[in-house]
């Protein structure tokens, strides 16, 4: 393992085991990913035009505090296949690659210059388990997986198109669903889904909340 590799590790397993506060800024500079750099060269009503209005194009991928909590109530279900729906600028990703090296790990992101720079630091690091599709989940094929993420991606009106193919695909197989913001009011709604109880973000209705196929 190359030191820079070494170090991302280093953070990201130190961060997650020790409860450390985060710094969000000092973990992007370890996987050395270049959120804001690369968005300076792109407003938010260009994006809107070129992607369309009725998505939820800003700016605004999960702090790494939320993460480890997204990655402390997956850990029961240790994944073998991850799907993050609208993976943003792939931190999701990454920290779950380097924390679990042998799950396999995707994201689908509509905007192509967040694939770019995933993709641009997924080589630098080596990290063959990680795979970021450029689309629009409404229409683009997802692969196969056993754990979908939807955190803070999607307005309410996409949700529909989004809540039906998973709906699909829990109907062949038992699936667990981890959501922030509002999609969660409209998976809190769906009886063929049911609330998975977990410790942390208590009572927060918009926070990270996980949902199975119900029995
Ligand atoms: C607010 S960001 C959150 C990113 C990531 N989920 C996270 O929490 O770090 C929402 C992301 O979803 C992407 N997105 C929105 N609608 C999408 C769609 N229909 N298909 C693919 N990506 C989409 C946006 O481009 C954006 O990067």
Not at 24 to 48: H, T
Not at 74 to 87: A, H, N, V
Not at 101 to 109: A, D, L, M, N, Q
């Amino acid at each position: 393992m190359s030191p820079k590799i070494q170090k991302a590790y280093d953070l990201i397993t130190n961060y997650h085991n020790a409860n450390l506060e985060a710094d969000d800024d000092e973990l992007d500079a370890a996987l050395s990913l270049r959120l804001q750099e690369v968005e300076n060269d792109y407003s938010l009503p260009d994006l809107l035009v070129q992607y369309g209005g009725q998505h939820r194009l800003y700016l605004g991928d999960t702090s790494y505090h939320h993460i480890r909590t997204l990655y402390q109530c997956l850990e029961p279900f240790k994944p073998r296949k991850l799907l993050d729906l609208g993976s943003g600028y792939g931190r999701i990703l990454f920290y779950g690659a380097l924390l679990w090296p042998s799950v396999h790990f995707t994201g689908i992101e509509m905007v192509s210059h967040r694939v770019s720079e995933v993709l641009r630091v997924r080589d630098e690091f080596n990290l063959s388990h990680l795979q970021c599709i450029q689309g629009d989940v409404t229409n683009t094929t997802w692969p196969q997986a056993d754990i979908y993420c939807l955190i803070n991606s999607f307005t309410p009106s996409v949700m529909p198109i989004v809540v039906e193919q998973l709906r699909q695909i829990s109907c062949c197989q038992s699936i667990i669903l981890a959501s922030a913001s509002t999609s969660n009011l409209i998976l809190e709604g769906q009886g063929w889904l049911e609330e998975v109880p977990h410790e942390n973000d208590k009572g927060a209705r918009l926070g990270i909340r996980l949902f199975k196929t119900a029995s």
